[in-house]
């Protein structure tokens, strides 16, 4: 269990508390590509860290972020004009740049100094891999840009997806990183033996931590041998997984790598980012396959509520549990592996108080990652660089998951398959 004091430290994001703080360190994603794929189109309003923001991009194509409200007299910059490389607020004409600078004050005498002064709040911001970057850290420690395998992979090579979470990160990312659950939530097929996940209910779990966070291994026993699943947690909220066997234990056609990346929108909702990620050039993600596995997640183009990323099955309705569903054929009655992971992570309140919590051996890699957390918050308020900033820690790592052979040594089975490719 964590102390109320470690709980909190860990699980409020705003400006100025430990956590937020640490969060602002590292590269954040703050909205998907598409969401802004017109040049000086529609503002787009951005929620992160507890921060309101306004997305748009520039008549160059290039993405800004900036505060939601003008620094004149705090009307809101949605309505704003995006126009000759700028947003024009509406309420009396003052235009920012996307690097917030002050462009223009029509309302102000010609030749004022106050344009000079005056600056909006703005965020650096990349794309990559579909989704547009921003750090919200002080610009003396700026690290270099994100650079996982998966963004280098081509368009047609990858997917990423976004859905709306109704709770804290931090529940949501610890349910990303506990493989034992996969044995019963996401057991959607009852009885059937197919299921790798179905032989073996406690596996055996290994953490080893790296310099960007760690990875961590479990093993089920099956009669083959042993089913070996490799993860990797980067800091400060990413996981990498394969998908080389499914969730109905059968080697997918073709092979996956998979993975979220939980951005906190604020202390009680979370944006979860969900990769697809093709692992050689010969596996390009057809849009059929991909839509096929976006359906079993629960978040297919007909799940959500048209023009948001909530899903229909939420709270609202109990997930559209079906118990006969329940006793006949699955292990939750819920429809959707990422909507039962919903389900349990939104049921436990917007902010779990772990004091109450009794772990097990199935939660190392659960608490491993709070430990992380904890000192890197720590070494981030001496001064120091947290785990995770640079990216030649993690750029060249992937995850695998397959069958090993009865005695048969895991690690070099799976050498080359830890690799990236991209």
């Known amino acids: 269990m964590l102390s109320r004091e470690d709980n909190e430290r860990l699980v409020r994001v705003g400006p100025g508390t430990p956590m937020g703080e640490l969060m602002r360190r590292y590269w954040q994603p703050a909205l998907l590509s598409w969401e802004v794929d017109e040049k000086d189109g ?10 309101d923001l306004i997305a748009f991009r520039d008549s160059n194509g290039r993405v800004g972020l900036v505060d939601a409200y003008c620094p004149h007299r705090r009307a809101p910059m949605f309505f704003g004009r995006n126009e000759e490389c700028g947003l024009r607020c509406v309420y009396h ?3 920012f740049d996307r690097r917030g600078d002050c462009v223009d004050m029509p309302s102000e005498p010609a030749g004022t100094t106050l344009q000079a002064k005056v600056k909006i709040l703005a965020y650096p911001c990349v794309e990559k891999g579909g989704v547009v970057w921003t750090y919200m850290g002080p610009k003396e420690l700026q690290p270099p840009e994100p650079d996982y395998e998966w963004t280098r992979a081509p368009a047609k090579h990858r997917f990423v997806s976004k859905t709306f979470e109704n709770c804290n990160w931090l529940q949501a990312l610890e349910g990303g990183l506990d493989t034992a659950h996969s044995s019963f939530a996401h057991n959607n097929k009852l009885g059937d033996r197919a299921n790798l996940r179905q032989h073996d209910k406690a596996p055996h779990i290994d953490v080893e931590r790296t310099d960007y966070g760690y990875y961590y291994v479990s093993q089920r026993s099956v009669d083959a041998g042993k089913y070996v699943r490799v993860y990797h947690y980067v800091m400060p909220a990413q996981q990498m997984r394969a998908s080389i066997i499914g969730y109905e234990g059968v080697r997918n056609n073709p092979a996956r790598l998979d993975g979220h990346i ?3 929108i604020d202390d009680y909702t979370t944006f979860v980012y969900n990769i697809m990620c093709a ?8 849009p059929e396959a991909v839509e096929k596995r976006e359906k079993a997640a629960g978040r297919g183009k007909d799940d959500t509520i048209p023009g948001t990323f909530r899903l229909k099955r939420n709270q609202s309705n109990d997930y559209m549990i079906d118990r006969q569903m329940q006793k006949t054929q699955n292990f939750t009655g819920i429809a959707g592996v990422n909507t039962q992971d919903f389900a349990l992570q939104e049921g436990m309140g917007p902010i779990c108080d772990r004091s109450k919590e009794f772990l097990g051996t199935s939660d190392k890699a659960v608490v491993a990652m709070r430990r992380l957390l904890l000192e890197a918050i720590d070494v981030s308020q001496k001064g120091g660089a947290p785990r995770g900033l640079d ?3 993690y750029r060249g790592v992937r ?5 090993v052979k009865p005695g048969a040594d895991w ?6 398959e830890l690799v990236a490719k991209w």
């Open 42 to 51: 529609a503002p787009v309003r951005v929620r992160l860290l507890g921060e």
């Open 93 to 95: 004409g003052w235009k």
């Open 262 to 264: 939980w951005a906190p």
């Open 279 to 286: 692992p050689h050039p010969e596996d390009e993600l057809k």
């Open 391 to 393: 990216p030649a820690h």
């Open 399 to 403: 995850a695998h998951d397959n069958m």
């Open 411 to 416: 690690r070099a089975q799976f050498e080359k």
